[in-house]
């Protein structure tokens, strides 16, 4: 069966430490990966996008950064936290083969 | 402008009512998904349109390609249904969110 994890559930950074939010995909090849941002009483913010190793798509300018170092695990990384980072992300995964996207559990990061 | 609009943002019903919400979209899609988000934060998928109606349990989806729009309706409601109800819709390999419906359902 096909599954993503993502962790960890929730997070408290101090500001100016870095970040590292993994997401792998189980049950599938050659996904479509996404990392998405919902900050309080906003709807999901489109971060990064990513078709195949090692090819990352910005959709925001920003302090975060993302990799895939393998087909399916796809990372968000920050060097330095800011306040403003703190929010929920969600991975999250789709084919080309059929239009459904199936979502992490998130992560709830607040930066203090 | 957002590419998908919700209504209404929050809601409150009491046990037992229908309950109706509304997206609407101004990009061209492939696919529509109404997607439900529990306070603990994660997110599953509760439909996927791209044409007609479909349902499942006490749950119906509709979507209107020409007119752009798309409804989520429960008939008798429960608590259990309080959640945020997202629409999202597929364009390419993107997805574009709505910025969710609140939904409580009272004793």
């Known amino acids: 069966s096909q599954t993503i994890h993502q962790w960890p559930a929730t997070l408290v950074q101090p500001v100016g430490s870095p970040l590292s939010l993994e997401c792998t995909v189980e049950?599938?090849?050659?996904?479509?990966l996404y990392w998405y941002r919902q900050a309080a009483g906003r709807g999901l913010q489109l971060l990064f996008y990513?078709?195949?190793?090692?090819?990352i798509s910005s959709e925001v300018p920003q302090n975060l950064s993302a990799s895939r170092p393998q087909d399916r695990q796809f990372i968000l990384s920050s060097k330095k936290l800011l306040l403003s980072d703190s929010g929920f992300y969600l991975c999250?995964?789709?084919?080309?083969?059929?239009?459904?996207?199936?979502f992490g559990q998130g992560t709830r990061l607040t930066v203090v | 402008k957002n590419e998908v609009e919700q209504s209404p943002q929050n809601l409150t019903a009491q046990e037992g009512e229908f309950i109706t919400i509304n997206c609407s979209y101004s990009?061209?899609?492939?696919?529509l998904h109404w997607l439900q988000q529990h306070p603990g934060g994660g997110i599953v998928s509760l439909f996927m349109?791209?044409?007609g109606k479909k349902k499942h349990g006490r749950l119906i989806a509709t979507i209107n390609i020409q007119e752009k729009h798309s409804s989520l309706h429960i008939t008798a409601s429960h608590p259990r249904d309080s959640a945020v109800y997202i629409c999202?819709?597929?364009?390419?390999?993107?997805?574009?969110f709505g910025t969710g419906t609140s939904l409580t359902v009272i004793p």
């Open positions: 990009v061209g899609i492939s696919a």
């Open positions: 999202a819709v597929r364009t390419g390999n993107q997805f574009y």
């Open positions: 990513s078709v195949g190793i090692g090819q």
């Open positions: 349109l791209s044409s």
């Open positions: 049950g599938t090849s050659n996904p479509n």
């Open positions: 999250a995964w789709s084919t080309d083969m059929n239009t459904e996207a199936f």
